[in-house]
C-alpha cells in the first residue's frame, strides 16, 4: 500500500483505501491510503511552517539544484515512469514516453528560472516630487501553493504546478487525480531522493473533498488547478482572496483553408483528435474546412482515421487505447447516440467495446449539439464545411471556451488577421490545437480558465511583487 507523503514521510496506514486499476483490462495495480483528516491538517502545516522557517530562505542555487536533480533523476527512470503512466492513465506506451520527456523538460526549464526571478528599478521621477527618490520591487514566493492536477497527463501536467513553486520558493501540497496517484507518488518520492527537504511537496492522497479542503483553507495562499470546468467554477466561488490559476477544458477548433495541405492537414488532425482517445484539452474537436476542399479532405481524413490500430496501451504499435473508465466511454458514446438522433452522421468509428470507443468521425451536425458545443474529451471529431473568412471566425468564436485553436493556411495576411481574430489562448498557424510546448504562455480566455502556464509565466503567478521605496535626500 502507498499513500501520503507529509513532511517527507510515508502515511500508508488507513483504514480507508481506493484502488487503482488499469482502464484497459482491469487489473489490481496499486492500492492507496486516503488522507485522513488529521494527516490533511499535519500537511498543511508541515507546508505552512516549512515554508516560513526552510523555503522562504532557501537561495535560488539550492532550488535550482534540486530541480535539476530531479530531472536527472527522472531522465534516469524514464521507463518505469512511463510503465506507471500508461498502466494507470491507460495512455499507449509512447505517449506516455513523450509525456515523461516532457516533464524532465517542465523541471529543467524551472531549474533555469529559479536563477531569473528579477525585479525592477522605477523610474520614481517621472511623477512630480518624486526626483531624489528610489523605488525597487522584487519578487517574493506566496506561501503555500496548492497543486491539483487531473488524471489525463498526470506527471507533466502537475509538474506545471509544482516545479515553477519550488523554482519561485513557495512549498506545496500535491492533490493529484484519484485515478492517476501512483506517478504522483513516484514523483514525490523522486523530489525527495534529489534532496528537496521534507515539508516543501507535501502529497495528499484522497478524493475531490481534499481538494475542496484545501481551497478554503486559511493557510493555503494559491490553488493551482487543472481540470473540468464545473470544479474549477465551485473553486473559484469558495476561494475567496486566494490567488487561483485555472485551467479548464475547450472545444478546441481548426480551420483548414482551401490553400491548405489538405493530406498534411488530415494527417495531423488524427493525431490532433485522437491522441490519447481525446482526452486531451486542446484536442482538436470542431474541424471546419473550406467548402471547396472539403468533400477530398473529409475521404482522406476517414482514410486515415481507419488506419489507426486500436487495442492495449502496452503494445509499441497502439494508437488508440481505453478511455478512463467505462462510465466516460458510455458518456461519449451517448453524446454521438444523441447527435445522430438528431440527424448528424458517423462517418468514421462510432462503436464502443468496455472502455474503448473507436475513433470517430461525425458530419451534419448543428451548433446545439452537446459534441459541438460542450468539452467532448473523447475520440470524438466534426468535420464542418465554411465559406468565407468572417463565418468561420464566427462559427470558431461560438463557444463558451477559448483555449488554443490550429490554422491551415499558405496566407500570411490571412495567417496574422484570423489569429488576432480568434477568442483564445493561443493559436497555432499550420500546426493543430493539440500541440503544446512547455516554455510558451499556456491557458485560456473565457471559460477555458484564468491565468497562465508555461514555466516561467506559472513563476509570475507564483510569486508576488514587493515594492521596496528610498527617500534619498530632502
Ligand atoms: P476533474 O474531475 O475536474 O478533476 C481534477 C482534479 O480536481 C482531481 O484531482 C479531482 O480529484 C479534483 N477535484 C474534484 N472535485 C473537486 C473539488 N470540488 N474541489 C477541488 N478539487 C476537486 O478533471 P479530470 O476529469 O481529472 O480531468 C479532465 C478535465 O481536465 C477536462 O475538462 C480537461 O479539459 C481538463 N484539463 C485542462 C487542461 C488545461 O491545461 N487547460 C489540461 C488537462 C486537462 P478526484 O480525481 O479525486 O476527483
Not at 185 to 208: C, D, I, R, S
Not at 232 to 238: F, P
Not at 294 to 309: G, H, R, S, V
Request: hydrophobic share 40%; glycine share 8%.
Amino acid at each position: 500500500m502507498i499513500g501520503s507523503i507529509i513532511d517527507g514521510q510515508d502515511f500508508n496506514a488507513s483504514d480507508n483505501s481506493l484502488h487503482v486499476t488499469n482502464p484497459y483490462n482491469g487489473e489490481a495495480i496499486a492500492e492507496i491510503a486516503l488522507a485522513s483528516d488529521e494527516e490533511f491538517e499535519k500537511a498543511v502545516t508541515s507546508a505552512y511552517e516549512t515554508f516560513h522557517q526552510t523555503m522562504k530562505d532557501m537561495p535560488a542555487h539550492e532550488r535550482s539544484d534540486i530541480l535539476r536533480k530531479t530531472a536527472d533523476l527522472m531522465e534516469e527512470n524514464t521507463e518505469e515512469f512511463a510503465q506507471t503512466i500508461m498502466e494507470e492513465a491507460g495512455k499507449p506506451i509512447h505517449f506516455s514516453r513523450g509525456e515523461v520527456q516532457r516533464a524532465i523538460q517542465v523541471l529543467r526549464f524551472a531549474s533555469e528560472e529559479a536563477k531569473h526571478i528579477t525585479g525592477e528599478v522605477i523610474p520614481m521621477d517621472a511623477a512630480i516630487d518624486g526626483d531624489g527618490r528610489l523605488g525597487l520591487v522584487k519578487r517574493f514566493p506566496l506561501g503555500v501553493v496548492a497543486a491539483i492536477t487531473p488524471f489525463n497527463f498526470p506527471l507533466n501536467l502537475s509538474l506545471h504546478k509544482i516545479a515553477p513553486a519550488i523554482a519561485a520558493g513557495n512549498t506545496v501540497i500535491f492533490k493529484p487525480a484519484e485515478k492517476t496517484p501512483v506517478s504522483a507518488y513516484k514523483l514525490a518520492k523522486l523530489f525527495h531522493e534529489a534532496g528537496l527537504p521534507g515539508g516543501v511537496l507535501n502529497l495528499l492522497m484522497g478524493t475531490g473533498e481534499i481538494g475542496e479542503g484545501l481551497v478554503t483553507h486559511d493557510k493555503v495562499h494559491k490553488i493551482s488547478f487543472t481540470g473540468s470546468l464545473p470544479v474549477g467554477k465551485s473553486i473559484k466561488e469558495s476561494a475567496g482572496f486566494k490567488k487561483v490559476t485555472l485551467e479548464l477544458g475547450s472545444n478546441s477548433p481548426n480551420i483548414i483553408f482551401n490553400d491548405a495541405n489538405i493530406n498534411e492537414a488530415a494527417k495531423m488532425l488524427v493525431k490532433g483528435a485522437f491522441s490519447f482517445s481525446g482526452q486531451v484539452c486542446i484536442s482538436a474537436q470542431r474541424v471546419y474546412v473550406q467548402k471547396d476542399v472539403y468533400e477530398p479532405f473529409l475521404k482522406e481524413y476517414i482514410k486515415q482515421t481507419e488506419e489507426l490500430t486500436i487495442g492495449d496501451p502496452a503494445d509499441e504499435d497502439t494508437n488508440i487505447g481505453p478511455m478512463i473508465s467505462e462510465d466516460e466511454a458510455k458518456r461519449a458514446k451517448q453524446w454521438i447516440d444523441d447527435a445522430t438522433e438528431n440527424g448528424a452522421i458517423i462517418e468514421a468509428g462510432g462503436e464502443r467495446d468496455g472502455t474503448i470507443l473507436q475513433p470517430t468521425i461525425m458530419t451534419n451536425v448543428e451548433s446545439n449539439m452537446k459534441i459541438i458545443a460542450d468539452e467532448v474529451f473523447a475520440p470524438i471529431v466534426s468535420v464542418i464545411p465554411f465559406d468565407t473568412e468572417e463565418d468561420v471566425i464566427a462559427y470558431s468564436n461560438d463557444s463558451i471556451y477559448g483555449l488554443q485553436a490550429g490554422v491551415f493556411t499558405k496566407n500570411l495576411d490571412r495567417a496574422l488577421r484570423v489569429a488576432d481574430q480568434l477568442e483564445m489562448g493561443g493559436v497555432w498557424i499550420n500546426e493543430i490545437s493539440t500541440y503544446r510546448q512547455d516554455n510558451h504562455p499556456y491557458g485560456g480566455v473565457k471559460q477555458s480558465g484564468i491565468g497562465r502556464e508555461g514555466v516561467k509565466y506559472a513563476v509570475e503567478d507564483m510569486t508576488e511583487p514587493k515594492f521596496i521605496g528610498f527617500k534619498l535626500k530632502e
